[in-house]
C-alpha cells in the first residue's frame, strides 16, 4: 500500500462534498491501492454538520481512508497537500449582483491561494470548482506564485459530460462511446460544447459526430443552449444546484489527472492560458481541449477551427476577461488595509 496521500476538500459540509468524499475516500479517484487522509475545510457555523459528515465517513469503514481532518482553520486544512478540491464559495443566491458575488469569491480564493502557498506541497494538484471556477481558480493560482500555475485547473468536466450524455442518448449509445467533446471557455451560459472533432463509436466504427447524429440544426442549436442551459435547468427544477452529477464530474476531472487520459482522446478542463492556444488571450483561467500525462496537463493544439466556432471561442473568452478585470481590481482593493471593502 502506497504512503498515505493529504486530500482537503473545502465547502466539506455542502452539498456537492456530501456526494463527492465517500467517492474519493473509497478509492474512485486515485486507485484502490492509494490509502488517504482527508483534511474538510468548513467555515465556524458549519462545524456541527461537518461533525456529522465525519461520522458518516467514519461509520462506511473504508479501507483506505487513515484519517479524516475536519476543521476551519486553513493552516490546519492546507498543511502539506498532495490535492485540494476547491469546493466552497459563496454562492450565487445569496449575492444577487455580480460584482459583489465576484468580491466575496475573491477574498475566499485569495486566502486559499495564500494558503496552499505557505501550506501545501508545491506540487498539489488544484481544483477549483466553487463558482465562478475559472476566475476563482486564476485568484488562486496569482495568490500562490511558488506553486506552478499549471497546476490550477477548473471544472468544467460538468459540462463535457453533459455534452457527452446529449450526443449519447440521441445516437442511443452509453455515454462512454462519445469521445473528444469540447468545452471552451467559461463555466457559464457563454461556453461553447463543440462537437467537431468528437467521435461516436455506433455498431463498432468511430463516426464523426455530424455523422453520427445525422442533425446539424440540432447540434448546432438545441445541443449547444442545453448544455449551456443545463445548471440553470437543474436548479430550476430541483430548486437546488446539481451536485450529484458535479460530485462525478470532480471524480472523473481529478482521476485524469492522476492517471492521465487514454491515448488519442482529450477532455476538457480550465487551465491557465498563456496566450500560444486559439487565439485564446494569456492571464485567463479557460476551459480547452486537454490531455494528461505523467499528472501533467497540456493543451491538445492544432485542431481545426471554423467561423461557427471562432466567435464562439472568442464570446467565452470576452466574458471571462470582464470577470478576471473585475476580479483583479476587487484583489488589489483587498490588500489596501483602509478599505471598508477587506471584510467581504
Ligand atoms: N464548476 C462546476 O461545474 C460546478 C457545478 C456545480 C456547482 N458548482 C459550485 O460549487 C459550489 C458549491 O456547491 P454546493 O452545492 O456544494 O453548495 P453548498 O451551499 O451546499 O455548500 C457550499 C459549502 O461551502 C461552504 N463555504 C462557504 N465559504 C467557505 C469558505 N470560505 N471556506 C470553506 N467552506 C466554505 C459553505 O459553508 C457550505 O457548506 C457553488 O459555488 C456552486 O455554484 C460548480
Known amino acids: 500500500m502506497a504512503e498515505p496521500i493529504r486530500v482537503l476538500v473545502t465547502g466539506a459540509a455542502g452539498q456537492i462534498a456530501y456526494s463527492l468524499l465517500f467517492s474519493i475516500a473509497k478509492g474512485d479517484v486515485f486507485g484502490k491501492q492509494q490509502s488517504i487522509v482527508l483534511h ?11 461533525e ?5 465517513l467514519q461509520d462506511c469503514a473504508l479501507p483506505l481512508l487513515r484519517e479524516v ?11 502539506d497537500l498532495d490535492v485540494a478540491v476547491l469546493v466552497g464559495s459563496i454562492p450565487r443566491g445569496e449575492v444577487t449582483e455580480r460584482k459583489l458575488l465576484l468580491k466575496a469569491n475573491v477574498a475566499i480564493f485569495k486566502s486559499q491561494g495564500a494558503a496552499l502557498e505557505r501550506f501545501a506541497k ?5 481544483l477549483v470548482v466553487g463558482n465562478p471556477a475559472n476566475t476563482n481558480c486564476l485568484i488562486a493560482a496569482k495568490s500562490a506564485p511558488s506553486i506552478p500555475k499549471e497546476n490550477f485547473t477548473c471544472l468544467t468536466r460538468l459540462d463535457h459530460n ?3 450524455s446529449q450526443v449519447a442518448m440521441r445516437c442511443g449509445v452509453p455515454a462512454t462511446h462519445v469521445k473528444n467533446v469540447i468545452i471552451w471557455g467559461n463555466h457559464s451560459p457563454t461556453q461553447y460544447p463543440d462537437v467537431h472533432h468528437c467521435k461516436v463509436n455506433m455498431a463498432g466504427s468511430d463516426l464523426a459526430c455530424f455523422e453520427a447524429v445525422k442533425d446539424d440544426t440540432w447540434l448546432k442549436g438545441d445541443f449547444i443552449s442545453t448544455v449551456q442551459q443545463r445548471g440553470v435547468a437543474i436548479i430550476k427544477a430541483r430548486k437546488q444546484s446539481s451536485a450529484m452529477s458535479a460530485a462525478k464530474a470532480i471524480c472523473d476531472h481529478m482521476r485524469d489527472i492522476w492517471s492521465g487520459t487514454p491515448e488519442g482522446e482529450f477532455t476538457s478542463m480550465g487551465v491557465y492560458s498563456t496566450g ?17 500525462k505523467d499528472k501533467c496537463c497540456r493543451i491538445v493544439d492544432g485542431l481545426a477551427i471554423n467561423d461557427f466556432s471562432r466567435g464562439k471561442i472568442d464570446a467565452t473568452a470576452t466574458e471571462l476577461m470582464e470577470e478576471r478585470d473585475m476580479a483583479v481590481a476587487a484583489l488589489a482593493m483587498l490588500g489596501h488595509p483602509q478599505n471598508p471593502d477587506t471584510r467581504l
Open 40 to 50: 474538510l475545510l468548513d467555515i465556524p457555523p458549519m462545524l456541527p454538520v461537518l
Open 52 to 56: 456529522g459528515v465525519v461520522m458518516e
Open 69 to 79: 481532518i475536519p476543521t476551519d482553520k486553513e493552516e490546519e486544512a492546507f498543511k
Open 122 to 126: 508545491k506540487t498539489v494538484k488544484v
Open 162 to 164: 453533459r455534452a457527452c
Open 276 to 292: 500560444n492556444s486559439y487565439g485564446v488571450p494569456e492571464d485567463l483561467v479557460y476551459s480547452f481541449p486537454i490531455q494528461i
